[in-house]
């Protein structure tokens, strides 16, 4: 199902029929800042074994990252120094995914790795169905094995490559090409892992 919803002014009954995928265990590709994602209740360990799959990510080696709202919760899913702390505070909601060690309140499936990547990202209806949905979001974003990139920033083309795969994919206008740009705190000495759309402020 194609969704389209209005970064400016989501319309909440939109919003509501996405959550209630996403309560459901459901499977949504959404706009971020940087690129379009495939997500879903990253606390859901179903759903999240299923993106993995569709994505071909063993969770056992790689990183998952996840969406939070804002840093309120943050401790709740990752433990945070206050260098750490400062630094995301100053470059979030943006294009970054800040890499941190996992907290006791993620499933299992996180804590093979022992390490989480947050994103904030500055788009408003991902943090919108973040905000309702109660929960974090789980977030890889949408490659294409083609490298045809329409069919990574056109929400329709995505959606015809996904419909069988997904349950619904959210048009929230042309996505972006850059993904985010992914700094290293697991340690006090950051360190920028990839370069991609943000440029981090110390």
Not at 22 to 35: E, F, M, N
């Amino acid at each position: 199902m194609l969704v389209k919803i209005y970064p400016e002014n989501p319309n909440q009954k939109e919003i509501d029929k996405v959550i209630s995928v996403l309560k459901d265990g459901g499977l949504v590709i959404y706009p971020t800042d940087t690129v379009y994602a495939i997500g879903c209740d990253a606390l859901n360990v179903r759903a999240v074994e299923k993106i993995c799959q569709i994505k071909g990510i063993n969770p056992q080696k790689s990183d998952l990252s996840i969406i939070c709202y804002d840093l309120s919760n943050l401790s709740e899913y990752a433990k945070v120094s206050n260098p750490a702390f400062k630094l995301m505070k100053k470059n979030l909601p943006g294009p970054f995914t800040f890499i941190l060690p996992t907290s006791s309140e993620l499933p299992k499936i996180y804590k093979n790795r022992k390490e989480v990547g947050i994103r904030i990202p500055d788009n408003n209806i991902t943090r919108t169905l973040v905000k309702e949905l109660g929960n974090p979001i789980l977030t890889t974003s949408v490659h294409d094995d083609d490298d045809v990139i329409e069919y990574t920033t056109d929400p329709e083309l995505i959606h015809e490559k996904y419909e069988n795969r997904v349950d619904i994919v959210i048009d929230g206008g042309y996505g972006g090409t850059d993904a985010s740009t992914v700094v290293n705190c697991t340690t006090d000495d950051f360190e920028i892992i990839r370069q991609g759309k943000g440029e981090l402020v110390y």
